[in-house]
C-alpha cells in the first residue's frame, strides 16, 4: 500500500513512525513533513491548504490512501479534494470537520444528538457577551468561535479578562465552567461504524502544575490507571456514536477521526471540545500503544469498511511523551536554534525512548528548531513510573538553547493519587 501522509507535527511523525512499522506499507510519502519525518518517510513539497495541489500529488504518486493531520486542511476542504480525484482519504469532509472549525455548529450538534457538553451561548456583541458572563459566574470560560489551534479559549476567574477576550473575537461561544480531570478520546469512524482507540491525558497548559498559558499541547501519557474501567464504553454510547449518527442523519457524515475532549465532572463525563483530527501530542502515547498495524484501520475507515475490520489489538505497557518547546512558546516562539543529543537518544534509549519532531528543519549537517513545539519525547514502560523515568532521561539528552518543557507529565497518575 502506497500512503501520503499531509502535515509536520510530531503526530504526523507518530503516524509516520507506525505506518513506517506496518509491513502492508510498500512506499510511505509525507508533505511537507520535517527533519525527524524524514527518516522514515520521503518528503515532498505541498501547500497543504490547497486541495488540488494536495490531489495532484496523491495521484503522481499512485497513493493508494492520502491521510490528513491537521485541522486546517480538513476545514478546507482537502479530503474532498483527495476523495474527488478518486483516492480514498482519512479525515472528514469540510461540512463535517465544521465539528472542529466551528463551536457553535458543534454545540447545535451536541444539543440535537443528546450529547452531555457545558451549557452555552454563543454571543456576537458586547451586551450578549456581558449577559452570558453574568449568568454563568467565576470561573468565565470564552472561546473563539474559529479554529485558534488550540490557544482561542480563555478560561478566568478574571471578569475584565473575559470580557477583552470576547470582545476580540467576531464570534464567542461563553459556556458553563467543567470541574474535574480531562480526557483524550479518539475513535476512528467510517461515518457509521466507530472503533474507540484506548483514552489518554494531555497537559496544555504551558508550566508544572497546570499554571501558565494555554498551549497546543505539553505532554501525553495512557492509560488513565485512575479512570472507571467502564469509562470508553460510556463514552462510546453518549458521545461518539451519537454525534457520529447525527453527522450521517444529516447527510454529512464524519469519516476520519474523532476527538472527543472530555471534563469528568462531579455530574458525570461531558465534552469540552471535539477535534476532528488525531491530538497532538496524544497520538505520540496512543499509537505507542497500538499493536494492530494502522495502514489497514485507517483505510478500512476510508473505504466504509470499518465493520470487517478485525478487533483493535493493544500493549498493556504504559506511554508518556513530554513536549520540549522552544524560548518564549506559547507567546513568540524563537526559532532556528541547533538541537543536540538526538543521535544519543537513538544510541541509548531506543527503542523504548525515541524523539519525535515537530518544528525541526534540517540546515546542512544541524537540525534546527523550526516551530513552538519542537520535540514530543516518547517512551514506553511496564507501568507510567517507568514509562516517565525513561521518557525524562531521554529528554536530558537534548540541548536546545532556551527551551522548556513540563517536569510533571505523567507525575500524579504513576504515583497512583
Ligand atoms: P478547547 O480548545 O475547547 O479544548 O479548550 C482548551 C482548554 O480550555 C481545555 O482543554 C480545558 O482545559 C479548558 N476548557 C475549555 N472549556 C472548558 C470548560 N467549559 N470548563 C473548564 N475548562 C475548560
Ligand atoms: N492536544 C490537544 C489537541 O490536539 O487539540
Known amino acids: 500500500m502506497k500512503l501520503l501522509v499531509i502535515g509536520s507535527g510530531a503526530r504526523e511523525h507518530a503516524l509516520c513512525r507506525s505506518l513506517s512499522l506496518d509491513p502492508a506499507v510498500t512506499a510511505l510519502h509525507c508533505a511537507p513533513g520535517n527533519a525527524g519525518i524524514a527518516d522514515v518517510a520521503e518528503l515532498h513539497q505541498v501547500d497543504a491548504l490547497d486541495g488540488k495541489a494536495v490531489a495532484a500529488l496523491a495521484t503522481e504518486l499512485d497513493a493508494d490512501l492520502v491521510v490528513v493531520g491537521p485541522e486546517a486542511p480538513l476545514v478546507a476542504g482537502v479530503a474532498d479534494a483527495v476523495r474527488d480525484a478518486g483516492i480514498p482519504a482519512f479525515g472528514p469532509s469540510k461540512e463535517a470537520a465544521q465539528l472542529e472549525g466551528s463551536k457553535a455548529f458543534a454545540k447545535e450538534v451536541m444539543a440535537a444528538a443528546g450529547v452531555p457538553t457545558a451549557r452555552s451561548y454563543v454571543c456576537v456583541t458586547p451586551d450578549e457577551v456581558d449577559e452570558a458572563l453574568d449568568a454563568f459566574g467565576a470561573p468565565y470560560v470564552v472561546k473563539d468561535d474559529g479554529l485558534a489551534a488550540g490557544k482561542g479559549v480563555v478560561v478566568t476567574g478574571d471578569l475584565e479578562k473575559a470580557r477583552a477576550h470576547a470582545n ?176 544519543e537518544v537513538a544510541a541509548q534509549d531506543a527503542p523504548s525512548a525515541y524523539v519525535l519532531h515537530a518544528g525541526t528543519r534540517r540546515d546542512g549537517d544541524a537540525i534546527v528548531s523550526a516551530g513552538g513545539r519542537v520535540l514530543s519525547v516518547t517512551a514506553s514502560g511496564t507501568d507510567l513510573a517507568r514509562a516517565r523515568e525513561r521518557a525524562y532521561a531521554a529528554v536530558d539528552r537534548i540541548r536546545l538553547d532556551g527551551s522548556h518543557h513540563r517536569t510533571d507529565i505523567a507525575a500524579k497518575a504513576a504515583a497512583g493519587s
Open 168 to 343: 476580540a473575537c467576531d464570534r464567542v461561544v461563553i459556556e458553563e465552567f467543567l470541574d474535574g480531570p480531562e480526557v483524550s478520546l479518539f475513535a476512528i469512524t467510517d461515518g457509521e461504524t466507530v472503533v474507540p482507540l484506548q483514552p489518554a491525558q494531555d497537559f496544555k497548559r504551558a508550566l508544572d502544575g497546570d499554571e501558565g498559558p494555554n498551549t497546543g499541547g505539553m505532554g501525553a501519557y495512557s492509560p488513565l490507571p485512575w479512570a472507571e474501567a467502564d469509562l470508553v464504553e460510556e463514552v462510546m454510547n453518549t458521545v461518539l456514536q451519537p454525534t457520529v449518527d447525527e453527522l450521517r442523519r444529516r447527510g454529512t457524515p464524519f469519516s476520519g477521526l474523532l476527538y472527543a475532549g472530555l471534563a469528568i465532572t462531579s455530574r458525570g463525563v461531558r465534552v469540552i471540545e471535539f477535534n476532528a483530527r488525531f491530538g497532538d501530542p496524544e497520538t505520540q502515547v496512543v499509537l505507542a500503544r497500538l499493536k494492530t498495524p494502522l495502514a489497514g484501520v485507517l483505510l478500512a475507515a476510508a473505504q466504509g469498511t470499518l465493520a470487517d475490520h478485525p478487533d483493535l489489538r493493544w500493549s498493556d505497557d504504559a506511554a508518556v511523551t513530554v513536549v520540549i518547546a522552544s524560548h518564549n512558546y506559547p507567546a513568540t516562539p524563537r526559532t532556528g536554534d541547533p538541537i543536540e543529543g538526538l543521535d
